[in-house]
């Protein structure tokens, strides 16, 4: 299928190790969101790519999360030194453009990330 | 920052009954999105809403933009099985980003 794909679908790993999640957007598409969505929560936004570049960070929770993205397409989002409370499922959406009355943001299946 | 405070939490109905949903929030918001979550898959838009007392409908889905620009209404007619899922309202934050601020979500469990 031509959708948001991520992987892993899902992964567990102990306290203090450092993880990382892989997006691959619908190709074309230059917008590419990061949210997180804790249990029986909404969706939590952390970081927004244009391109390569991140001019909307403010939702990382902390300086242990971190992402990028190369070539325009695939995106990476590192948690260093994981804690129990980083345990949820890790959203990734894109859409042709950003802002308001643009385009329909298009989300992946995400990841879902447990931290013993 | 801004928050949608979304209600009811959860909703057990009976199959060919109607639903209704609802958003509010302290600030106004210039679009309101809707969206439904399967368990396992990420959320698909069901209704988006662009212009302050837009009113619209997709199927046996009604979406309403509020007048004040602070809340909107998801109604769904005549509840199926498959209508079984998490619904999220959703609106654009400050900024031209196009980040999306949701709600805590709905629960919509269908009895048969």
């Known amino acids: 299928g031509a959708g948001v794909s991520q992987s892993p679908s899902n992964k567990v790993t102990e306290k203090g190790k450092d993880v990382e999640l892989r997006c691959d957007p619908i190709s074309g598409h230059t917008a590419l969101y990061w949210y997180r969505q804790s249990l029986g929560q909404g969706l939590e936004f952390l970081i927004y790519f244009q391109g390569n570049s991140a001019p909307d960070k403010s939702g990382l929770p902390s300086d242990r999360f971190s992402a990028e993205r190369t070539g325009g397409s695939v995106s990476t989002l590192t948690i260093q030194r994981t804690q129990q409370e980083d345990s949820a499922v890790y959203l990734c959406?894109?859409?042709?453009?950003?802002?308001?009355?643009?385009?329909?943001?298009?989300f992946g299946p995400g990841t879902r990330l447990t931290v013993l | 920052g801004q928050q949608l405070n979304q209600s009811p939490q959860s909703m057990f109905i009976q199959e060919g009954e109607d639903v209704s949903m609802n958003c509010t929030s302290s600030?106004?918001?210039?679009?309101w999105l809707w969206y439904k979550q399967d368990p396992g898959e990420g959320p698909v838009l069901l209704i988006a809403l662009y212009k302050a007392g837009e009113l619209t409908s997709n199927g046996r889905l009604t979406a309403q933009f509020g007048i004040t620009r602070k809340d909107s209404f998801l109604n769904i007619s005549a509840s199926i099985p498959s209508d079984v899922g998490i619904y999220f309202c959703a609106g654009h934050g400050s900024g031209n980003t196009g980040k999306l601020i949701f709600g805590q979500g709905t629960t919509l469990q269908v009895k048969p």
């Open positions: 959406a894109s859409s042709w453009a950003s802002g308001p009355s643009t385009d329909t943001q298009y």
């Open positions: 600030s106004i918001f210039n679009t």
